[in-house]
């Protein structure tokens, strides 16, 4: 198993989004029953976890490589989002509490931890990884993640408006989603993009990077409908 500090973000990320859960419902702005549909979208979020981490080990990420042309991993926890958020009102009204009770900063800071993509680029310097992806979307992802760290404090300090926050929320979610599936067919055929299906580096496309990426566009959500408001 090659060394990787995924486990450890996939630790923390999850942590995160039950604090602020447990912090949204102790504070009242979540009702049990809103409390216990993001509890259960969470625990399917970390039994597809399980089931990727089960399928890395035992190395199907990359026998289906070639059987399924794209980043699959990807779709799994979007499609569980998507299915909750259209048939769970319960569901949409405990993110929009969550997203309401969270203080904004925290939101911004959670994105630090993005500056972990520094390990992939890193590895992309030293020849370990051949696949021009990790620049493509690890250098970005890396300065956003330093973004985060600004962005955070100007915000503590009250000097960053609405506007600007929607944009870096979308910034942020952009920065992945354009290179990675503009450009999936290119990076299907690179021989080096191999890297993404082993193990743990699966972790990425299958929790992290989604996860991430609905923080954005959550803090996005509360912003627009705060601006409404």
């Avoid at 500090?5 to 049990?32: E, H, M, Q, W, Y």
């Avoid at 082993?198 to 409908?225: D, G």
Wanted: aromatic share 14%.
């Amino acid at each position: 198993m090659k060394v990787s500090v995924l486990p450890i973000l996939v630790i923390t990320i999850f942590t995160f989004c039950v604090g602020i859960t447990r912090r949204a419902k102790l504070n009242r702005s979540i009702d049990v029953a809103e409390g216990r549909s993001v509890y259960f979208l969470l625990l399917a979020f970390f039994a597809w976890t399980a089931i990727a981490v089960v399928l890395g080990i035992k190395g199907i990420h990359l026998s289906l490589m070639e059987q399924i042309p794209l980043l699959w991993q990807a779709c799994v926890p979007v499609i569980l989002l998507t299915i909750g958020l259209i048939f769970s009102r319960t569901l949409r009204s405990g993110l929009r509490g969550i997203a309401a009770n969270t203080p904004l900063h925290w939101l911004v800071f959670a994105h630090a931890l993005r500056i972990g993509a520094i390990g992939g680029v890193i590895k992309g310097i030293k020849g370990e990884i051949t696949s021009g992806f990790v620049f493509w979307v690890g250098i970005p992802d890396f300065l956003f993640g330093l973004s985060a760290l600004v962005v955070g404090w100007l915000l503590l300090r009250n000097t960053v408006s609405h506007t600007f926050l929607t944009i870096w929320n979308l910034v942020g979610a952009s920065l992945i989603l354009l290179p990675t599936f503009i450009l999936m067919n290119y990076w299907m055929n690179e021989p080096g993009f191999v890297f993404i299906f082993e193990f743990p580096m699966v972790l990425a496309p299958s929790i992290v990077v989604p996860i991430f990426i609905f923080l954005n566009l959550l803090m996005a959500w509360r912003i627009f409908e705060m601006r409404t408001e």
